[in-house]
DNA sequence: CGCCAGGTTGATTTCGCTCAAGCAATGTGG
DNA sequence: CCACATTGCTTGAGCGAAATCAACCTGGCG
């Protein structure tokens, strides 16, 4: 259950597609002329604020939305209540393509882990855009399938790897994006809770307690809230390789 | 490792995507005159024998692979030699797309299960049909996206039900295609192996034998070799609804 | 101040893995 | 045609990683 369900949104500052630096890492890069102008006309600018949800699990889908800047939950719930957190959508990042394209609803549910300002482009303007566009359709097959690829990764992962290997293994893939490098230490601050990195990593909470403090006796991680501390990123990385 | 992985091939019998029944299911459906023609041009057709690899991990992506007859397992193997079968294609499905669309080589290792009719559509022509037609990307972007929503599935359901509820969902998905009724019982024919079972549950073979004896002795289903007797699909729909 | 969600720690249990042995069916070569 | 290897399957014994249940701590906040 996200921590806020209310309608306050800051106010966005003023957006455009043609001024946004996000769109050249995204799949609307393929766009130019006219095909931009009905992008951008089509365009909706929110802020959310942390724990605000951008859409729900099972809601028909409006159309897709472009992170131009913060940090997205996805979380995907079956019929038993059971919840697994299934990825962290970035600045650059669009969402809810999944559901587009598919039909029916939204998979799973969206929420802003820090406040975070998100494009939403209706579905409509979309499908014309795809159907005159055919290099968009592209750019959306191209990250789709690197999604089910991370997808199986994960599946995989899952069944043949340990808590503590998997969580040295989401640790650095945080560390690009949330780490500052100070000499030979890093430093990173999680954009999320540890009952949210258990969901990640399909596990529970008091297990991911364990394994932090499992490796913090070897020395390997420092953690003191959000604030984690690797003195060497070289034992990390010997975590993932056992052998 | 595959049964075989000899170059015998079955002489195909004469195809034409003109007359392909399967193709009114599939992708390709939407394509019609020059773009059909293209289509035919652009395809070769293998038959495979079972225990045979239609393309292996790794392997640069040749093009997309359509099933018109037979089964195949997609099987993934990460680094450390673990290995998992993502999933089972049946006739009319298209294998194979996503590496397409992704670049790089194919993501995972395809073999027919038992003997299998493919055509094979090679990458230009298959780049050249799309930036003709949007229409195909988009039917590709739907698939894709139901690939990605039963992946995810298939991440909660591992992560959330006991390997027993695992198997009774697998058995219910299986009875559609494989299973024939007979009165009030139920019997399927596996078009796999226990192993195979094993690696698409993300299990081992041991603990699948295991299971069976006890759903046995519960009487939800009986097992002689490949045929699986469902006495009553009533209970085994009770395995899958533990409350 | 007390409440509460998030987090930690401890004790116990359990599910599924590992290792190991044995069996049946199939295939192979002498 | 038999001896032997191979492959798939089953069963047993023991173990271990992680879940569960439960208590307790901590910091933020009304």
Redesign the pocket.
């Known amino acids: 259950m996200p921590?806020s369900q209310r309608t306050y949104h800051r106010p966005p500052k003023q957006l455009s597609c043609y001024t946004c630096q996000r769109r050249h890492e995204s799949e609307w890069s393929v766009l130019t002329g006219e095909d931009l102008a009905l992008l951008e006309r089509a365009r909706t600018t929110i802020a959310y604020g942390p724990g605000q949800m951008v859409f729900a699990q099972g809601n028909p889908c409006r159309g897709v939305h472009c992170v131009e800047s913060g940090t997205v939950a996805l979380r995907k719930t079956d019929a038993a209540g059971n919840s697994i957190l299934v990825r962290l959508a970035h600045s650059g990042q669009t969402l809810g393509y999944r559901d587009f394209f598919g039909g029916g609803g939204y998979g799973c549910t969206a929420e802003a882990l820090v406040p975070s300002t998100i494009c939403e482009i209706e579905s409509g303007a979309l499908q014309q855009l795809l159907l005159q566009n055919p290099a968009l359709g592209l750019r959306f097959l191209e990250h789709l399938s690197h999604d089910l690829d991370a997808a199986e990764d994960s599946i995989l992962q899952n069944?043949s790897l340990?808590?503590?290997t998997r969580l040295a293994h989401l640790l650095l893939t945080l560390k690009d994006r949330y780490g500052v490098s100070e000499g030979e230490t890093l430093v990173l601050s999680l954009p999320m809770?540890?009952?949210?990195m258990a969901a990640l990593l399909?596990?529970?909470?008091?297990?991911?307690?364990?394994?932090?403090?499992a490796m913090e006796s070897d020395a390997v991680v420092s953690?003191s809230g959000?604030q984690v501390t690797i003195p060497s990123l070289e034992n990390l990385l010997n975590e993932i390789e056992p052998n």
């Open positions: 921590r069944v340990s808590v503590r809770t540890r009952q949210d399909g596990t529970r909470p008091e297990t991911i307690a364990r394994t932090i403090s953690f959000r």
